[in-house]
DNA sequence: ACGGAGCATGGTA
DNA sequence: GTACCATGCTCCG
């Protein structure tokens, strides 16, 4: 740029036609004219230049004053000297300078020709580029990118708009300038200062590498060669191909040069940084133009390629997501420009040992290096914390077309610890053309991908359809994917077609593989407590493998978690919590309340519709209710709980923990299993390994004193003796009422069932238990019958009540149950009259389940089944409250196994 | 027998 | 119906 300067004219007045002093000697360098000087400003005028103060006080009574759309600050666009101090935004309006960094909007300017923005090194290219660029770059063209901020931007406003563009790091001045000058300039300009640009750049401080600007040619330098490119240029040749290259490394020529029309472009301008707004951004933002002109791409390769569909569009999956964090995770100069070419989410193969990722098609060739041979050539990567990575860049000939993949990948994948789902982004750094790998955790990706999604789409998608972001579980798990959004939080992400389209179909296997396999667990606890069965609906149950799920014919409803509970006159009733006051009101056990609820609503309790009202529940009671509702916070308690305990233990506790806080291991167990241990697998010591696969194999006898068993015992011991003391201490009436003195119950049962008692009631929570000491009272775990013995049981037999499981279950049982336990115990009565085992009153009940409610019906009810035994033969041995539907894991099971058939 | 390389297959958009 | 691509499968070292 610094060659650039070229005095206006060699009048020694100022170049500022409002300013009549007189240029110092060494007068100062504004603007650059179309012709591609600069400007010569008297002191004072450069000052205020340089100030970005100019059409503050040149132009304020000129035309040309727009708001910007974001911020309302009024921003001069209609000279040269502001034509880099806003940004046009593709649905119209405009964005000042720092709107448009703020939110990383692809600049307005993208609609410059890119031929402006950098003088290529070959001259002529811009005779045809001019033209060509022009609309090329205004028009609708094949690239996505630039067409709309709003690709990038959420659906919202486009001030939200994340430029998905390159991202200026730095602001530097001068130099932009000028950029942004010519790129105003008028396409018969270009030429000249095209020709000029070079030397400029050269000089510049970014100015790339000679080594970049003639082996890649592109360096940022050409934005019109990408448009150009079409109709030309053998100029790119060197990049083109070969493998003959060394690690294409440091510039991604063809990137620059070729899709985007702009990208290079753009990079180029950032050589420079603007002190200002730059416009370099917008073209930045566009990288994605190049992509497609299959003329481009063809140009690249020095020929045409096979394919040459390409009509360069990109997938929408594929374009970056760039947060303004990840472009600064990349950029460790912070003079650095980024360019965000694609990303792409890590398929199972891309992540596994085979060290193969494999490319989408388009933006390998819109962004590698073209490559005419099989063996490609090798590609120096650098990731986000500078480490360099050399994979070679190949494809393989696939059905007339051809299969990119960048091998030897493995090592890098491993060292930012991917996994499937995981997305990586390309992008391009500049100066120097490097190439540069980031990553995306899928958990974070997840939300904000969707977030951009919904932008992206163009208006395609958006919440509602897709499914869960979340690659592996959600997608399909539910029907709701508000639901998972709002129970998941960031983790999860928000429902997507994009993601459909993405994971979607084609990662079945990926959800299962995928890595997330803990968040998804996560997320199945979190929603479970959300997800009800549809009003008037009742839940059907459905056996997989062993484990039965709750199915909901229609979309389950997101509900606001509350507890269910029986009052003292036996009625079922419910507690929620105002959002706003966090007290606990008391309403019927029918009523399905919206994710958000507070006193306001309560239109059940006129008295308690206030949060000014006193809360019914004592802090006592609430105790003894709350541990079941938060579920999530419960398995914190647990985990810390665990902590003490030695490591087998933990895999032992754990599960109890899962199948006590669920009720049935059912559906938490199904996705531990599913996550942690797609099978059985031979060697691993956990509660699940150990044993023998659907309880066959020879079982854990009382006497067992395995390692498991032994933590199970204790674990059963130390619910007990829990559940007791709170029990006696709390519940003396309840315990009273029960015949069995013995044991603590506190419910106040109507059943006599020892399960009942033994289950107690509600108060206790299975963390606390566990934290708590354990003491053992086998006696009375014996004496207890649980009704998750089944669950308990160490061989996940049912019929094997006797055994040790069932005491373990009992305690439990009763821990998870406790106040639910009248609830159930009606409900036993229910059943046991109706003989209608099967269903919990949970379940029927649309509008009841909250989370807790779910689990303690399904606890009572195992409970209710297992007192029952006696009473009640018929009754599921396990029972699991799965929000999802059955179908979601059904087809999750066959993932787990392997491949496609 | 094992692992890697490359091709083929099949699902999805 | 075509193209893309994830993964499986086979062959070779």
């Given at each position: 740029?610094?060659?650039?300067?070229?005095?206006t004219s060699?009048?020694?007045?100022?170049?500022n036609?409002?300013c009549?002093d007189?240029?110092?000697?060494?007068?100062?360098?504004?603007?650059?004219?179309r012709?591609g000087?600069?400007a010569?400003?008297?002191?004072?005028?450069?000052?205020i230049?340089?100030?970005?103060?100019?059409?503050?006080a040149?132009?304020?009574n000129?035309?040309g004053?727009r708001?910007?759309?974001?911020?309302?600050?009024?921003?001069?666009?209609?000279?040269?000297?502001?034509?880099?101090?806003?940004?046009?935004?593709?649905?119209?309006?405009?964005?000042?300078?720092?709107c448009?960094?703020?939110?990383?909007?692809?600049?307005?300017?993208?609609?410059?020709?890119?031929?402006l923005?950098?003088?290529s090194?070959l001259?002529e290219?811009?005779?045809?580029?001019?033209a060509?660029?022009?609309?090329?770059?205004?028009?609708?063209g094949?690239a996505p990118?630039?067409q709309?901020?709003?690709l990038?931007n959420?659906?919202?406003?486009q001030?939200?708009?994340h430029s998905?563009?390159p991202?200026?790091?730095?602001?530097?001045?001068?130099?932009?300038?000028l950029n942004?000058?010519e790129?105003?300039?008028i396409?018969s300009l270009?030429?000249?200062?095209?020709?000029?640009?070079?030397?400029r750049?050269m000089?510049?401080?970014?100015?790339?590498?000679?080594?970049?600007?003639h082996?890649?040619g592109?360096t940022?330098?050409?934005?019109?060669?990408?448009?150009?490119?079409?109709?030309?240029k053998?100029?790119?040749p060197?990049?083109?191909e070969?493998?003959?290259?060394?690690?294409?490394?440091?510039?991604?020529?063809?990137?620059s040069?070729?899709?985007a029309?702009?990208?290079?472009?753009?990079s180029?301008t950032?050589?420079?940084?603007?002190?200002?707004?730059?416009?370099?951004k917008?073209?930045?933002?566009?990288?994605?133009?190049?992509l497609?002109?299959?003329?481009?791409t063809?140009?690249?390769?020095?020929?045409p390629?096979p394919d040459?569909?390409g009509?360069?569009?990109?997938?929408?999956?594929?374009?970056p997501?760039?947060?303004?964090?990840d472009?600064?995770?990349?950029?460790?100069?912070?003079?650095?420009?980024?360019t965000p070419?694609f990303?792409?989410?890590?398929?199972?193969?891309?992540?596994?040992?085979?060290?193969?990722?494999?490319?989408?098609?388009?933006?390998?060739?819109?962004y590698?290096p073209p490559?005419s041979q099989?063996?490609?050539?090798?590609l120096?990567?650098?990731?986000s914390?500078?480490?360099e990575?050399?994979?070679?860049?190949?494809f393989?000939?696939?059905?007339?077309?051809?299969?990119?993949v960048?091998e030897g990948?493995?090592p890098?994948?491993?060292?930012m610890?991917?996994?499937a789902?995981?997305?990586?982004?390309?992008?391009?750094?500049?100066?120097g053309g490097k190439?540069?790998m980031g990553?995306?955790?899928?958990s974070?990706a997840?939300?904000?991908?969707?977030?951009?999604e919904?932008?992206n789409?163009?208006g395609?998608?958006?919440?509602?359809?897709a499914?869960?972001?979340d690659?592996?579980?959600?997608?399909?798990?539910?029907?709701s994917?508000?639901?998972?959004?709002?129970?998941?939080?960031?983790?999860?992400?928000?429902?997507r077609?994009?993601?459909?389209s993405?994971?979607?179909?084609?990662s079945?296997r990926?959800?299962?593989?995928n890595e997330d396999?803990?968040e998804?667990?996560?997320?199945?606890?979190?929603?479970?407590?959300?997800l009800?069965?549809?009003p008037?609906?009742?839940?059907?149950?459905?056996s997989?493998?062993?484990?039965e799920?709750e199915?909901?014919?229609?979309?389950?409803?997101?509900?606001?978690?509350t507890?269910?509970?029986?009052?003292?006159?036996?009625e079922?009733?419910?507690?929620?919590?105002?959002?706003?006051?966090?007290?606990?009101?008391?309403?019927?056990?029918?009523v399905l309340?919206?994710?958000?609820?507070?006193?306001s609503?309560?239109?059940?309790d006129?008295e308690r519709?206030s949060?000014s009202?006193t809360?019914e529940?004592?802090?006592?009671?609430?105790?003894n209710?709350?541990?079941?509702?938060n579920?999530?916070?419960?398995?914190?308690m647990?985990?810390?709980?665990?902590?003490?305990?030695?490591?087998?233990?933990?895999e032992?506790?754990?599960?109890l923990?899962?199948?006590?806080?669920?009720?049935?291991?059912?559906?938490?167990p199904?996705?531990?299993?599913?996550?942690?241990?797609?099978?059985?697998?031979p060697?691993c010591?956990?509660?699940?390994?150990?044993?023998?696969?659907?309880?066959?194999?020879p079982?854990?006898?009382q006497?067992?004193?395995?390692?498991?068993?032994?933590?199970v015992k204790?674990?059963?011991?130390?619910?007990m003796l829990r559940?007791?003391?709170k029990?006696s201490q709390k519940?003396a009436?309840?315990?009273?009422?029960?015949q069995?003195?013995s044991?603590?119950?506190?419910?106040?049962?109507?059943?006599p069932?020892?399960?009942?008692?033994?289950?107690?009631?509600?108060?206790l929570n299975p963390?606390?238990?566990?934290s708590?000491?354990?003491d053992?009272d086998?006696?009375r775990?014996?004496?207890s019958?649980?009704?998750?013995?089944?669950q308990?049981?160490?061989n996940?037999?049912?019929?094997?009540?006797?055994?040790?499981?069932?005491?373990?279950?009992?305690?439990?049982?009763?821990?998870?149950?406790?106040?639910?336990?009248?609830?159930?115990?009606?409900?036993?009565?229910?059943?046991?009259s109706?003989?209608?085992s099967?269903?919990?009153v949970t379940?029927?009940?649309?509008g009841?389940?909250?989370e807790l409610g779910?689990?303690n019906?399904?606890?009572?009810?195992?409970?209710?089944?297992?007192d029952a035994?006696?009473d009640?033969?018929a009754?599921?041995?396990?029972?699991?409250?799965a929000?999802?539907?059955?179908?979601?894991i059904?087809?999750?099971?066959p993932?787990q196994?392997?491949g496609?058939?």
């Amino acid at each position: 740029m610094t060659s650039t300067s070229v005095v206006t004219s060699s009048s020694r007045i100022c170049f500022n036609s409002v300013c009549n002093d007189l240029k110092s000697e060494r007068p100062r360098k504004g603007w650059q004219l179309r012709t591609g000087e600069l400007a010569e400003l008297c002191d004072r005028c450069a000052s205020i230049y340089d100030e970005g103060r100019f059409c503050d006080a040149f132009h304020l009574n000129a035309s040309g004053w727009r708001t910007c759309e974001s911020c309302g600050k009024r921003v001069h666009c209609g000279c040269i000297v502001s034509a880099y101090a806003f940004a046009l935004l593709d649905a119209g309006g405009i964005l000042c300078i720092a709107c448009s960094r703020k939110n990383a909007v692809l600049g307005p300017n993208s609609s410059w020709p890119p031929s402006l923005l950098f003088n290529s090194s070959l001259p002529e290219r811009f005779k045809d580029c001019s033209a060509k660029g022009w609309s090329q770059l205004t028009g609708s063209g094949p690239a996505p990118w630039r067409q709309a901020p709003g690709l990038f931007n959420s659906s919202t406003s486009q001030p939200e708009l994340h430029s998905r563009v390159p991202y200026e790091v730095d602001l530097s001045t001068g130099i932009d300038r000028l950029n942004v000058s010519e790129r105003l300039s008028i396409p018969s300009l270009e030429k000249k200062k095209n020709e000029d640009f070079p030397e400029r750049l050269m000089n510049g401080p970014l100015k790339p590498s000679a080594h970049d600007i003639h082996e890649n040619g592109n360096t940022g330098i050409n934005c019109e060669e990408q448009h150009t490119s079409c109709l030309t240029k053998p100029q790119l040749p060197s990049l083109k191909e070969d493998s003959s290259n060394p690690p294409f490394g440091l510039a991604v020529p063809y990137t620059s040069i070729d899709e985007a029309n702009g990208q290079m472009g753009v990079s180029g301008t950032h050589l420079r940084p603007n002190p200002q707004p730059s416009l370099a951004k917008q073209f930045h933002s566009n990288p994605h133009n190049g992509l497609d002109s299959s003329g481009e791409t063809q140009m690249r390769n020095g020929r045409p390629r096979p394919d040459g569909r390409g009509r360069n569009q990109l997938f929408p999956r594929y374009w970056p997501r760039f947060t303004d964090q990840d472009l600064q995770q990349i950029s460790a100069d912070s003079n650095s420009i980024i360019t965000p070419l694609f990303e792409k989410m890590l398929s199972a193969s891309d992540a596994g040992r085979i060290g193969r990722l494999v490319l989408p098609k388009k933006c390998a060739e819109a962004y590698f290096p073209p490559i005419s041979q099989p063996e490609g050539l090798p590609l120096k990567v650098q990731d986000s914390k500078g480490k360099e990575w050399i994979f070679q860049f190949r494809f393989w000939p696939n059905n007339n077309s051809r299969m990119y993949v960048l091998e030897g990948v493995t090592p890098c994948i491993q060292n930012m610890q991917l996994q499937a789902g995981d997305v990586v982004t390309f992008s391009r750094l500049e100066p120097g053309g490097k190439l540069v790998m980031g990553f995306r955790k899928a958990s974070a990706a997840s939300a904000s991908e969707q977030e951009n999604e919904a932008k992206n789409s163009n208006g395609v998608s958006t919440h509602g359809d897709a499914e869960l972001a979340d690659p592996s579980s959600w997608s399909k798990v539910d029907k709701s994917g508000y639901i998972a959004k709002e129970a998941l939080g960031t983790k999860v992400a928000v429902p997507r077609k994009r993601k459909n389209s993405v994971l979607g179909s084609k990662s079945k296997r990926l959800r299962i593989d995928n890595e997330d396999m803990i968040e998804l667990k996560l997320t199945w606890e979190e929603a479970q407590g959300l997800l009800r069965p549809p009003p008037n609906h009742v839940a059907n149950v459905v056996s997989i493998e062993g484990f039965e799920f709750e199915e909901y014919e229609d979309a389950p409803v997101l509900g606001k978690p509350t507890i269910f509970a029986t009052d003292k006159s036996g009625e079922k009733i419910q507690w929620a919590q105002c959002e706003d006051c966090f007290k606990w009101r008391r309403l019927p056990s029918d009523v399905l309340l919206p994710s958000k609820w507070t006193c306001s609503s309560n239109s059940w309790d006129p008295e308690r519709s206030s949060c000014s009202a006193t809360q019914e529940l004592t802090a006592e009671e609430l105790e003894n209710l709350l541990p079941h509702c938060n579920l999530a916070a419960s398995k914190k308690m647990k985990a810390a709980k665990q902590e003490s305990e030695n490591v087998d233990a933990l895999e032992g506790l754990d599960t109890l923990a899962n199948l006590a806080i669920l009720g049935e291991g059912g559906v938490l167990p199904a996705s531990q299993a599913t996550t942690k241990h797609p099978r059985h697998r031979p060697g691993c010591s956990c509660i699940v390994c150990i044993q023998p696969p659907s309880g066959k194999g020879p079982k854990h006898k009382q006497t067992c004193t395995c390692n498991v068993c032994q933590t199970v015992k204790r674990r059963f011991r130390t619910l007990m003796l829990r559940r007791e003391k709170k029990q006696s201490q709390k519940e003396a009436d309840a315990t009273r009422k029960k015949q069995q003195p013995s044991l603590p119950d506190k419910v106040v049962d109507d059943e006599p069932l020892p399960c009942t008692t033994s289950a107690g009631n509600s108060s206790l929570n299975p963390e606390k238990v566990v934290s708590e000491n354990l003491d053992d009272d086998t006696n009375r775990l014996k004496s207890s019958s649980s009704p998750f013995k089944g669950q308990i049981d160490l061989n996940i037999q049912p019929e094997r009540e006797e055994e040790l499981s069932p005491g373990s279950d009992s305690g439990g049982t009763m821990r998870l149950l406790q106040d639910a336990t009248d609830k159930y115990h009606r409900q036993q009565s229910i059943l046991s009259s109706s003989g209608n085992s099967n269903i919990e009153v949970t379940q029927t009940q649309p509008g009841s389940g909250t989370e807790l409610g779910k689990i303690n019906s399904s606890i009572d009810l195992r409970a209710s089944h297992r007192d029952a035994d006696m009473d009640h033969p018929a009754i599921f041995p396990i029972k699991t409250f799965a929000p999802t539907s059955a179908t979601v894991i059904s087809e999750m099971l066959p993932m787990q196994n392997g491949g496609r058939s």
